[in-house]
């Protein structure tokens, strides 16, 4: 499987950015999918997960009522919806697969896109 993210950019607080991870492989659907990020110094977390029939979501606490995760299975693409963005959202946000239906651990995802860098000003 490979990830391709993208959608990162710079803007301001307060403001809404939406990104997007395309996916190779005929499987997609059968996949969890999530959203991590990684700030500079500090170690990854998880962000948003959204199993493989897009039933079932996922939030981290610090992003619950200002993100939503979705994706497009005829389309292969996750989605990352970020609303009411502040200056301590900025990150690198990779998509990742899930491994088994976790979701909640960066040891329960297996392949991983090359990050899109999200810049939140204040």
């Known amino acids: 499987v490979q990830l391709q993210a993208s959608g990162g950019g710079l803007v301001q607080a307060g403001g809404s950015l939406k990104l997007s991870c395309a996916a190779s492989?005929?499987?997609?659907?059968?996949?969890?999918m999530g959203w991590l990020r990684q700030a500079p110094g500090k170690e990854r977390e998880f962000v948003a997960g959204?199993?493989?029939?897009?039933?079932?979501?996922y939030y981290a606490d610090s992003v619950k009522g200002r993100f939503t995760i979705s994706r497009e299975n005829a389309k292969n693409t996750v989605y990352l919806q970020m609303s009411s963005l502040k200056p301590e959202d900025s990150a690198v946000y990779y998509c990742?697969?899930?491994?088994?239906?976790?979701?909640?651990?960066?040891?329960?995802?297996?392949?991983w896109g090359q990050g899109t860098l999200v810049t939140v000003s204040s």
């Open positions: 990742a697969t899930s491994r088994r239906g976790y979701y909640y651990t960066v040891r329960d995802y297996g392949y």
């Open positions: 492989g005929r499987t997609f659907s059968t996949y969890g």
């Open positions: 959204i199993s493989g029939s897009g039933r079932h979501t």
